[in-house]
């Protein structure tokens, strides 16, 4: 099913988005050299609770994770790129860390992602991937307008994407949003222009291009959540949820707050 928001319940939208967004760059000012990442999910459980918002990850239980999700955000470092479950791991200069959160608020859900290098290296291999990404992000919400279709956005992704000389998993993507965190219409990170579900005013998308090094292949770790690359390659992910409106799409996802 597609759901549309009627415009009465966009300020709920922008609400629950802009919680995301403050959520996430305050969690990236704290997630530094010598931080766990079961502290990030401590720091991301108090804040969802204290805005009153709900999880949508803590009892998600897809058939493709092993029982509940289980945490309030998922944590990916380094070779891990999608569903990184928090464990006892202490963060090093130089890994790249995707900090992946979803909640709701009002009934309606939001859902965004960022990676970012933890320290003061740089590595050109990870700075790179997470470049290519946010300007895919960048791309397919430029594509993301009434009258366009599903097959608009993918295409704008996957042309960045292919540019950058990866090559792209569509396994996971893209997602319809709204009173639950995934729901129709899927958007692949590639596909051809022209094609699929016409969008208009009121539908809300997650788009979320996500890249490994030097692979297209996933596995799945052994805690039956976390998908690392198949060769051990770095990886990153940027989403935002954005909102189709008259003139095109707003992102709900940004920061309010200074960034870090
Ligand atoms: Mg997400
Ligand atoms: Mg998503």
Known sequence: ???ILNPAQL???RETGALVGDILQSLKSRSVVGTN???INR??????VEAGALSCYVDYAPSFGRGPFGHYICTSVNDAVLHGRPYDYTLVDGDLLTLDLAISKGGIVADSAISYIVGDSRPSESTALIEAT???LDAGIAAARPGARIGDISHAIGTILHEAGYSI????GGHGVGSTMHQDPHVANTGRPGRGYTLRPGLLLALEPWVMAD???LVTDADGWTLRSATG???AHSEHTIAITDDGAEILTLSKRPAA
């Open 1 to 3: 099913m597609i759901e």
């Open 11 to 13: 300020p709920q939208a």
């Open 37 to 39: 990442l079961q502290d």
């Open 43 to 48: 720091w991301a459980q108090s804040m969802i």
């Open 134 to 136: 946010e300007r895919a």
């Open 169 to 172: 998993n569509v396994e996971f």
């Open 215 to 217: 692979t297209a292949q």
């Open 233 to 235: 390659c770095r990886t």
